[in-house]
C-alpha cells in the first residue's frame, strides 16, 4: 500500500505523464526492481488505493445490520463508505477525485479503474449469493453466482460507480447534498423497485 500511496501522491502533484515508475519507487524507498516485481506499469501501482475503497464498499454490504432488506443494506453500506469521515477523510475523496480525472485522459488507468470495479462488481454477486445460500441452510451446493443475481451486482455497483464518478466531474465538496454519498443514495433510491434478483431481498443475516 506504501507504493500505492507514493504513486497517487505523485500523480496528484505532478501529473499521470512526468510521473516515471522510478519516481515511485524512489518516493515509496524501494528500488525500481522491487517496483516491477509488483505493479507492470506506474499506472497499475494505485490499483490498491482503488481496491481498498471497493473492499470497503463490500465489507460494508457483508456487516450491514441483519434486519435489513437488501435495498436498505445498500444505502446503509453507500453511507458507511461514501460520507467523509466515516468511511475515508475529505482530503482522501480529493486525491480520488485527480485519480478519476486522470483516467479520463489515460486509457492505462482507466483501465485499472475498470478491472477493479469489475471485481467489485463479483465480490459483491458473491455476498448476494451466500445471502441466499443462508436462507436454505439444507442446499449443500457451492455457492453459484446466478445471471440475476451478477445482473444485481452490477446494477449496484453501477449506481455507486456513476455517483463517484459523477462527483469527481465537479468541484464540489464530497460532503452534502452533491457529494458522492448523497449521489449513490440518490441512484439507489431510483433503484427501489429493481427485483435484485428475486429472494434476495429478505433481510441480512450475520
Known sequence: MEIARAAAALFVQQGLRATRAEDIAQAAGIAPRT???????KEEAVAPLYAAGAQRWIEAVRTAPAHLALP????H???????PGIGVSAASWEWLRTLIHLA?????????WAEVCQASERAL?????ARGAEEDEDTPEPVRLSPDLRF????????????????AATTTPPTGPEGPAALAQRNL??????????????????
Open 77 to 83: 453500506a453507500v453511507h458507511q463508505t461514501l460520507t
Open 104 to 112: 479520463d485522459t489515460s486509457p492505462a488507468l482507466r483501465k485499472v
Open 152 to 167: 444485481a451486482a452490477a446494477v449496484a455497483g453501477a449506481a455507486v460507480r456513476v455517483a463517484v464518478e459523477s462527483w
Open 35 to 41: 517496483f516491477y516485481r509488483y505493479f507492470a506499469t
Open 125 to 129: 454477486a458473491e455476498i448476494l449469493a
Open 72 to 75: 436498505q443494506v445498500l444505502e
Open 189 to 206: 433510491r431510483a433503484l427501489r423497485d429493481f427485483g435484485w434478483g428475486g429472494s434476495e431481498c429478505a433481510p441480512l443475516r450475520p
